[in-house]
């Protein structure tokens, strides 16, 4: 148990579908990012919510789309996406954006797009 | 923008010790972070080092050196379950302030 409870752990969708993935935290954190893991790369920085709004987008294509409802809980809307984005698809939260305190991670969504 | 350089793979046995080097450009700098990652896991925060010198805390320890633009996490006393892949952070003293990460290291620990 992290703290940071993601759903589902994985994910097979076709290229028409659309599928959403949550996060929730409840660790009082002010912040909650997206990151994508795919194999042999660095982990990406996909989205930041800072206190509910989003302060960083990193040209993720718009086939991804946010949503922070509350200091809590984020979501990733999926739609028409592409094989090439299967990866996992990490949520992480912070108190403290420069990580001093450390982000804390949920075990992620493996993400398989056929 | 941000970049970190860390090894791939590193490989050691039981009971050694092993450094982990990162080495980072950035445009800005606040800290070097590091996080360990098992397979079909969540990275996991290890350490922060915002200042130079050596932080240790049990078996781990991280170093930094600002003038260097490097960093390493040290593992001392490995154990079979030290087997993970280990990631550097850097934090970026710029607006938003998020991590950035290295590739990872994937460190394998023999008997």
């Known amino acids: 148990e992290t703290g940071v409870t993601q759903t589902p752990r994985h994910l097979v969708m076709g290229m028409t579908n659309k599928k959403s993935l949550k996060c929730e935290q409840h660790?009082?954190?002010?912040?909650m990012y997206w990151y994508k893991q795919s194999a042999k790369k660095p982990l990406e920085l996909m989205f930041v919510?800072?206190?509910?709004?989003?302060?960083e987008n990193n040209s993720v294509p718009s086939r991804f789309s946010p949503e922070c409802p509350n200091s809590s809980h984020l979501f990733l809307h999926l739609h028409t996406l592409q094989p090439e984005d299967s990866a996992l698809y990490l949520c992480?939260?912070?108190?403290?954006?420069?990580?001093?305190?450390?982000?804390?991670f949920g075990s992620g969504t493996r993400l398989t797009v056929v | 923008g941000q970049s970190l350089e860390q090894p791939s793979e590193v490989t050691a046995v039981e009971g050694a010790i092993v450094q982990i080097n990162c080495t980072y450009q950035?445009?800005?700098?606040?800290?070097l972070s590091w996080y360990q990652q098992h397979d079909g896991g969540a990275p996991t925060f290890l350490s922060y080092?915002?200042?130079?010198g050596l932080e240790e805390t049990g078996r781990f320890s991280s170093f930094l050196s600002r003038s260097d633009s490097y960093g390493y996490l040290l593992l001392q006393e490995l154990q079979m379950k030290d087997s993970a892949s280990y990631f550097c952070?850097?934090?970026?003293?710029?607006?938003?302030?998020?991590?950035?990460f290295g590739g990872g290291t994937r460190l394998m620990v023999k008997p």
């Open positions: 992480a939260s912070s108190q403290d954006g420069r990580g001093v305190g450390g982000y804390t």
């Open positions: 660790l009082g954190h002010n912040a």
């Open positions: 919510y800072s206190l509910e709004e989003r302060v």
């Open positions: 950035t445009s800005g700098f606040y800290g």
């Open positions: 080092n915002a200042l130079d």
């Open positions: 952070a850097v934090s970026p003293n710029n607006a938003g302030n998020m991590l950035t």
